[in-house]
């Protein structure tokens, strides 16, 4: 089943408050996704933590209900 855009969006945006997120479908199946998230808690964090963040938010949605995320994370300028 696949997970929408607005729910991979709420759900980091919920576990990283202040977070700034796009949500792009790669495939316009609602499987593949690609997300940019900007996120003050990333600062001071190595990218691989920035990452491990992010994952941690979808809740162990990743390989199930989400096939497949492109993750790219950056801080606040």
Known sequence: MAM???EIERLIKDALPGS???I??????GDHYAAHVVAPQFAGKMRV???KMVYEALGGRMGGELHALQLTTAIPN
């Open 4 to 6: 929408p855009a607005s």
């Open 20 to 22: 700034e997120v796009t």
């Open 24 to 29: 792009t479908d790669l495939a316009g199946d």
């Open 49 to 51: 933590a920035q990452h």
